[in-house]
């Protein structure tokens, strides 16, 4: 699964990377986001061609659900059940986002306290995560935009720490995923696979990285 990650990189610098449109989002650096909470997203707009960088809660709420509680259970979809899953079939087909993110976090199984890392990219930059987003509309008529991060089987490298992780689609593929061309199941089937291990670096983290209230750089000081 994936439950905690970094967005750290300036709104700004994700407009200009993402090549979106959306200006009026502002948010803080965050190392240490936990579910629940807003995060970055991009989606792409059929109606005027664009991609927006917004903020959506996550947890996914399927538009059929009578209960938002169900969000907890729905911070990550698993690749290989997107289309047998009701509560994902729908998004996957036309409701499909980007997650950027700096680095994620795994705690490795054994001896408490568990032993946590940092998960980032080999070669710098940002992770593009693979996301699936929707509307929900409350009882008092308001709207909740909610998304998931769809993981898939670790790779080597992080097979030691967990046996999931975030799909990550590479910018080649980011049209394709958003939507901007048309996708058949199959082509975006493949794009759910891991990385290869040489493209992500675990590192072993300090115990911060444990608490949302301690968020900051120190979280991001190795330890091993």
Same mark, same amino acid.
């Given at each position: 699964?994936?439950?905690?990650?970094?967005? @750290?990189?300036?709104?700004?610098?994700?407009?200009?990377l993402?090549?979106?449109?959306?200006d009026?989002?502002?948010f /803080?650096? %965050?190392?240490?986001?936990?579910?629940?909470?807003?995060?970055a997203? &991009?989606? $792409?707009?059929?109606e005027?061609?664009?991609r927006?960088?917004?903020?959506?809660?996550?947890?996914?709420?399927p538009?059929?659900?009578k209960? /938002?509680?169900?969000?907890?259970?729905?911070?990550?979809?698993?690749?290989?059940?997107?289309?047998?899953?009701?509560?994902?079939?729908?998004?996957?087909?036309? %409701?499909?986002?980007?997650?950027?993110?700096?680095? $994620?976090?795994?705690?490795?199984?054994?001896?408490?306290?568990?032993?946590?890392y940092? *998960?980032?990219?080999?070669?710098?930059?940002?992770?593009?995560?693979?996301?699936?987003?929707?509307?929900?509309?409350?009882?008092?008529?308001t709207?909740?935009?909610?998304?998931?991060?769809?993981?898939?089987?670790?790779?080597?490298?992080?097979?030691? &720490?967990h046996?999931r992780?975030?799909v *990550?689609? /590479?910018?080649?593929?980011?049209?394709?995923?958003?939507?901007?061309?048309?996708?058949?199941?199959?082509?975006?089937?493949?794009?759910?696979?891991?990385?290869?291990?040489?493209? *992500?670096?675990l590192?072993? &983290?300090?115990?911060? @990285?444990?608490?949302v209230?301690?968020?900051?750089?120190? &979280?991001? @000081?190795?330890?091993a």
């Amino acid at each position: 699964m994936c439950g905690r990650f970094a967005c @750290v990189t300036a709104p700004e610098a994700l407009q200009r990377l993402f090549e979106t449109t959306t200006d009026r989002r502002t948010f /803080p650096p %965050r190392w240490n986001i936990a579910p629940s909470q807003d995060i970055a997203v &991009v989606r $792409f707009n059929p109606e005027n061609g664009q991609r927006a960088l917004d903020l959506l809660r996550w947890g996914l709420i399927p538009h059929w659900a009578k209960d /938002p509680g169900i969000a907890a259970k729905l911070i990550n979809a698993r690749a290989e059940t997107l289309l047998e899953k009701p509560s994902f079939r729908q998004a996957f087909q036309r %409701r499909r986002c980007l997650i950027p993110a700096d680095h $994620f976090y795994e705690w490795a199984p054994g001896a408490k306290p568990r032993q946590p890392y940092l *998960i980032k990219p080999s070669a710098g930059g940002l992770f593009s995560f693979a996301g699936l987003w929707e509307n929900w509309r409350a009882a008092d008529g308001t709207w909740l935009r909610t998304v998931t991060i769809i993981t898939t089987t670790a790779n080597a490298a992080m097979a030691a &720490v967990h046996d999931r992780m975030p799909v *990550i689609i /590479p910018p080649g593929f980011w049209p394709l995923w958003l939507g901007e061309a048309p996708a058949a199941p199959a082509d975006l089937a493949a794009l759910l696979q891991p990385p290869p291990a040489e493209a *992500i670096t675990l590192v072993a &983290v300090g115990p911060a @990285v444990n608490s949302v209230a301690r968020e900051g750089p120190e &979280v991001a @000081v190795a330890l091993a």
